[in-house]
């Protein structure tokens, strides 16, 4: 797998200096974990962020307090995936939440004629709304805008908008300035993890008649 669309240097950023929030850092580590160039540029980010922590000098940090920083980074697994994986049927990062191994033995919740949900319950602090959106071969989602920051990974199957064609492993690092009109290819279903900051924008009035309904 080789990404051609990749996480924007904003999202790398705060994502390799741990501020991005939760359901974003998922789907950020899901995509580092199969994209060697944003792997390398979080790397790099941090290998920056590791000179500045030097050249600030340093203060004295109790053993214990050390543990157990080390140990929650560890339990949360959502900073990173700095190597690659052998790639299961879903990223590492996106496992620990979801009750199955496989992606068609979730509980999918059918909200329109070929499009199906699957909602990613995360701790309770945490910001921003994860999710799994399967669409069937074939179809369009209606054109929209964002409510403000929304990443989408390509788990399966491959759409097509005018910023190009979008496979496994590619994301969509969107901002509420963009609009698009996803098209699904013919030769199976695309599944995405959609990490949303605010709701969906649709411009058809049929559209935002459905969406309390559909829940996008």
């Known amino acids: 797998m080789k990404p051609n669309h990749h996480l924007d240097d904003s999202t790398l950023l705060a994502y390799a200096a741990g501020t991005l929030d939760e359901a974003f850092s998922v789907v950020a580590a899901s995509h580092v974990a199969v994209c060697p160039v944003c792997r390398d540029a979080v790397r790099a980010a941090e290998a920056l962020g590791g000179e500045l922590l030097d050249s ?3 203060a004295s940090v109790s053993d214990d307090c050390r543990s157990r920083t080390f ?8 900073y990173r995936l700095p190597v690659a994986a052998p790639r299961p049927a879903f990223p ?9 191994a496989s992606l068609d033995d979730l509980a999918w919740k059918k909200k329109a004629p070929g499009v199906s949900v699957f909602d990613v319950k995360l701790p309770a602090s945490a910001r ?22 929304e990443i989408t990974m390509v788990l399966k199957g491959a759409y097509v908008d005018h910023m190009g064609r979008f496979a496994a492993g590619d994301v969509a690092d969107l901002d509420e300035e963009i609009e698009h009109r996803p098209v699904v290819e013919q030769d199976g279903d695309c599944i ?12 058809s009035l049929a559209a935002r008649i459905m969406q309390p309904f559909v829940g996008i």
């Open 56 to 58: 600030a000098g340093s």
């Open 71 to 78: 140990a929650a980074l560890e339990q949360a697994g959502l």
């Open 92 to 100: 590492r990062a996106l496992a620990q939440f979801l009750p199955v």
């Open 128 to 149: 921003g709304q994860l999710r799994l959106l399967r669409i069937g071969a074939g179809r369009a989602m209606p054109e929209h805008g964002h409510g403000g920051e």
């Open 192 to 203: 995405c993890l959609v990490a949303t900051e605010r709701p969906t924008r649709f411009k």
